[in-house]
C-alpha cells in the first residue's frame, strides 16, 4: 500500500506541471463541461496505459530505439498544429455555457486526448521511469511491483485530471460566451507554442544524424 500510495504522488507530480493535454483538458472543459474536459485526460491516459503495456511486454529497448522516437516529434507537432488551428479559427462556435446542452460528441474530446499524448516526451518518461521499476521488480523476482507503481501513478493523474475539471467546472458558472472565446483562442496559441517546441526538438534530433 506504501508504494500504490507514494506512486499516486508521483503521478499527482507528473500530471501538474502545465502541458499540451493540460491545455486541451482545460480549453474543452470551458466550451462543453466537466466530461469533455475529462475525456481528454482519458484519451491521454489511454495511451499511457498502452506504453506501460508495452514495457511490461518487453518493448522498452524497441520504444527507446531513435528511429522511433524522432518521427514522433513530427507526428506530435502536426496533431498540436491541427487542435491548435482548429482552437483559434472555431473559438467562437461550439460553445455550452453552464447549463445548456451539449452538441459535441465526447468521442471528439477523447480523440483530441490521444493526439495530444503522442509524442517521444511521453515515450520517454515511461521508458524512463518504468524500465527502472521493471529492472528492479524482475530482479527481486516480484513483477508485481511494476504494476502497482503503474496504478499508483495513473491514479495519480486522474485525481489531478477530476480535481482540475471539478475547478473548470465551477469557474466556468461565472464566465459569457466571449470569456470563453478569449481563453479559447489562449489555448489555441498555448497548442501552437507546443508544436513548434516539438519541431525544434524534431530538428535537433535529425541534426545528430546528419
Partial sequence: ?????????????????????????????????????????????????????ALYMGLASILAMPIIQVP???????????????SIKNADQGITLSGEK????FFSSYRNGLFVA????????????????????YDHGESTNFLIVAAGVLSGILLHDVGLMAIISITR???????????????GV?????????????ILSIQVYI
Fill in 1 to 53: 500500500m506504501s508504494l500504490y500510495l507514494a506512486y499516486v504522488m508521483v503521478g499527482l507530480a507528473i500530471a501538474m506541471p502545465v502541458g499540451a493535454i493540460t491545455v486541451e483538458m482545460t480549453k474543452q472543459g470551458l466550451k462543453n463541461g466537466f466530461i469533455h474536459g475529462w475525456a481528454v485526460g482519458l484519451g491521454g491516459m489511454t495511451i499511457d496505459i498502452l506504453l506501460i503495456f
Fill in 72 to 86: 514522433m516529434w513530427l507526428i506530435g507537432a502536426g496533431f498540436l498544429l491541427f487542435l491548435g488551428y482548429d
Fill in 102 to 105: 451539449v452538441s459535441k460528441s
Fill in 118 to 137: 503522442v509524442s517521444p516526451g511521453n515515450l520517454v518518461f515511461w521508458i524512463n521511469v518504468f524500465g527502472v521499476v521493471l529492472a528492479k521488480s
Fill in 173 to 187: 458558472k461565472a464566465m459569457n460566451h466571449t470569456m470563453i472565446k478569449r481563453l479559447t483562442i489562449a489555448a
Fill in 190 to 202: 498555448l497548442l501552437l507554442g507546443f508544436a513548434g517546441y516539438f519541431i525544434y526538438e524534431f
